[in-house]
């Protein structure tokens, strides 16, 4: 990062601010009272990829999560605690796992290149791969290929989402929970929703429904 860019910013933050001030004064002290937001956000750590942004919503309306190709990874205590957060105490309506055309993760889960440590969390990628070896191999189209990927990649995370404790739990409370898979285009700005979409766990297969 060169001196000239953090400066700018800085400045960006200041000009940022006093704009919000500028349109109402108490702005930022109404933020601080608290946060309500409607929506958890799991999506890719991508920065090309900004959850408000997309969608235009403001500061206090999506609690985020982020990660290389917005995995769902039950053993990740990092995603469990923003997941329990969001559900058991923000009590938000909806999450939502979005992923996006062009993944780097996910383009790296169809090679077999080296990369560094990250080549661990990419092998979470990979068994998506496996699971849907046949269909993917059968797409001659090496970009029509890598969509799909994408798109099964979303779908296979909002299916681990429906499998977690935490979200079975707050089913089981009586607590209303949507869960969705979108994926962005960076080429459009368009979401395109992969109508894998829950609100219970009676889709999910007998085993994977918890008893509490």
Aim: glycine share 8%.
């Amino acid at each position: 990062m060169s001196v000239e860019f953090y400066k700018k910013i800085i400045e960006n933050n200041k000009t940022w601010s006093d704009t919000k001030l500028a349109e109402d004064p108490e702005y930022f002290k109404k933020l601080a009272q608290g946060q309500e937001p409607p929506l958890l956000w799991i999506g890719c750590s991508d920065s090309r990829v900004p959850a408000n942004e997309i969608i235009g919503a403001q500061p206090g309306e999506v609690f985020v999560h982020r990660n290389i190709a917005n995995m769902v990874v039950h053993s990740d205590m990092n995603m469990l605690s923003v997941l329990d957060y969001a559900v058991n105490v923000l009590k938000v309506k909806h999450v939502i796992v979005c992923g996006h055309y062009g993944c780097g993760g996910v383009k790296a889960a169809m090679g077999n290149q080296s990369i560094g440590i990250i080549d661990n969390w990419v092998r979470h990628i990979k068994d998506v791969y496996r699971h849907h070896r046949a269909y993917l191999d059968s797409i001659v189209d090496e970009t029509a290929r890598f969509d799909a990927f994408v798109e099964l990649n979303v779908k296979e995370q909002v299916f681990d989402l429906a499998k977690t404790s935490i979200v079975q739990g707050a089913w089981k409370n009586g607590q209303q929970l949507h869960i969705h898979g979108w994926v962005y285009g960076l080429d459009t700005g368009i979401v395109k929703d992969l109508s894998v979409n829950f609100c219970d766990n009676h889709e999910l297969d007998k085993v994977d429904r918890l008893r509490f």
